[in-house]
């Protein structure tokens, strides 16, 4: 029992200040609507969660996605929102300005509040000049190690990736059929590199001698806009073309983060765990900033089933969690992850959240329920 409030219809772009490199734009309107509307200016907003989401919404679950490792999460790209709190005023949390030490940071307590504080209808975004040029490459490795060191070295070695996708073995094979690809059947990583066109050279060259060093297969070049185009599409469509590895089955997708050094070892435990519990899984990662997506495919109406996938998420998190990691980079806390929340923080930092939640909405009226319970 409650109500949705549908923001999809306040979809204005109010004001485009492309001199500041930033947009102001209503609660309901797309990346890719935005990224329309501002395409004369030289101009692109470069946080891509995948789906066509609202910024708003964006704002609202701390979004990031496949630019994030160059370009950051939407906590590093909201200047300001307006929010309409639970007493209904409306104020505003910031300024148009690159930086301030004006008070406390109301943008970012808002900002991946997933709806439990206030309304969120107005977003101020950084944009940045579209890149001279881009060019985009696969690569297949032998092991899942290899391909993840390959990416460990690069991180550490300063290389400015815009993009850094790994799919393991079973992702691959997923999207073969699901896109028509043929592409090895083997973990890849997908790499995309934004910067003037020697910049963009130097960064692949020096990306392939790393790839090399750790036993890739081949280095295949994407540098006309349809082909990467093609692949970024079927990456975007792995969700639905994993589904198709077991058909009838449902998806239990699940996230985690972890510091870049700890990657491979966390991705190589949980792919064992998966494998030794039976599981049709895949794994993928946006793992230039050190986070990966399972995904585990299980029969709704096997309860053993669910449980052995359920198994495999809390071990992963509790193992992220031990390598000073956190039980989700993006896809948030919501319900499910609550209870890993305070693994995660402490009960100290949850009475804090707690403490605010109280303060900004004491009826409880803004998305009761989630993220953290009301009472201790």
Same mark, same amino acid.
């Given at each position: ?16 200040? +492309?001199?500041?490199?930033? #947009? ?7 990346? !890719? ?17 995948? +789906? ?45 300005? !690159? !930086?301030?030490? *004006? ?26 000049? =579209?890149?001279? #040029? ?18 460990? =070295? ?18 691959v ?5 699901h ?20 910049g ?9 001698d ?5 036993? +890739? ?6 540098t ?16 639905? #073309? ?6 009838? *089955? ?12 700890r ?38 109406n096997?309860?053993?089933?669910? #449980? ?10 509790a ?35 707690? +403490?605010?939640?109280? *303060? ?17």
């Open positions: 029992g409650g109500v949705t409030v549908d923001l999809s219809q306040m979809n204005q772009v109010l004001a485009v200040n +492309a001199e500041d490199l930033t #947009a102001t734009v209503q609660a309901g309107v797309t990346r !890719k609507q935005l990224n329309q509307e501002i395409k004369d200016t030289g101009l692109f907003f470069p946080i891509d969660p995948g +789906a066509d989401a609202s910024l708003g919404g964006m704002a609202s679950t701390r979004a990031s996605g496949t630019n994030a490792v160059r370009y950051g999460t939407m906590k590093e790209n909201t200047l300001t929102l307006t929010v309409v709190t639970a007493q209904g005023e409306i104020i505003k949390t910031g300024t148009r300005a !690159k !930086k301030s030490s *004006a008070g406390y940071d109301l943008t970012r307590v808002y900002v991946g509040s997933e709806g439990t504080l206030g309304i969120i209808t107005e977003v101020t975004v950084r944009l940045y000049p =579209q890149p001279e #040029a881009i060019s985009a490459a696969i690569c297949s490795f032998p092991s899942v190690a290899d391909a993840v060191n390959t990416v460990i =070295q690069t991180i550490q070695m300063g290389v400015p990736l815009a993009r850094v996708e790994l799919l393991d073995e079973n992702g094979r997923a999207i073969n059929a896109d028509k690809l043929s592409l090895p059947v083997n973990p890849l990583l997908l790499f995309e590199f934004h910067g003037s066109d020697n963009v050279k130097e960064q692949a060259e020096l990306v392939q790393i790839a090399h060093e750790n036993h +890739a297969c081949g280095f295949e070049w994407a006309r806009p349809e082909d990467r185009s093609r692949l970024w599409t079927a990456r975007h469509n792995a969700y639905f #073309a994993l589904l198709q590895l077991r058909p009838g *089955a449902r998806a239990i997708s699940t996230d985690c983060c972890v510091p870049i050094s990657l491979a070892e966390c991705v190589l435990a949980t792919k064992a765990d998966c494998e030794e519990q039976g599981l049709t899984h895949a794994i993928i990662g946006h793992v230039g900033d050190g986070n990966f997506h399972v995904q585990m495919m299980v029969d709704p096997d309860p053993a089933d669910i #449980a052995r996938a359920e198994g495999v998420n809390a071990r992963m998190v193992r992220a969690i031990g390598m000073d990691g956190t039980c989700t980079g993006e896809h948030g806390v919501g319900l499910h992850k609550m209870d890993f929340l305070v693994q995660e923080h402490g009960e100290g930092a949850i009475a804090v959240m707690r +403490a605010i939640k109280h *303060a900004l909405d004491p009826k409880n009226i803004m998305n009761p329920g989630k993220i953290l319970r009301w009472e201790q």
